[in-house]
């Protein structure tokens, strides 16, 4: 065997030092790898204003949307013999079950840790589901 003291194959020369530094023989081991700090850290909690902006204008592009859905529903009883009050009623009913709905679909989407817990939840769905039992039973009225 060969002795493992002496090295007779390619070695690679030791890099030339940069301006201002002094040289660093290969041999020398180094005993501290350089530390560098990361940039600061940005941690998103939560929605910011830009969401609730954003899911404002959605829910405000929906009740426009609304709206004209109850014009709607109101003509269509109207047509069906139903008194002009109670098609009127019952179009409202229909646009107060929609906003909640969708009230409750849009906080949903914006912040779910939030904005689902039966404390937010549970008045807009019961709200929506008693809109909705009025809207058919104004809507029968004649």
Not at 55 to 67: E, K, R, T, Y
């Amino acid at each position: 065997m060969a002795d493992s003291t002496q090295n007779k194959g390619f070695t690679i020369p030791a890099p030339a030092p940069a301006k201002g530094q002094p040289a660093v023989p290969m041999t020398t081991p180094m005993t501290s790898l350089p530390i560098t700090t990361p940039g600061p850290i940005v941690v998103i909690d939560g929605p910011q204003p830009r969401d609730y902006a954003i899911a404002g204008g959605v829910l405000l592009v929906l009740l426009i949307a609304f709206f004209f859905a109850k014009k709607a529903y109101a003509n269509h009883l109207a047509l069906k013999r139903i008194s002009t009050g109670s098609a009127n009623a019952a179009g409202w009913w229909l646009f107060i079950f929609l906003t909640g709905l969708a009230t409750a679909a849009v906080l949903s989407i914006l912040d779910h840790m939030k904005f689902l817990t039966p404390m937010f939840m549970v008045p807009l769905l019961v709200i929506s589901l008693v809109a909705l039992i009025l809207m058919f039973v104004t809507g029968r009225r004649s």
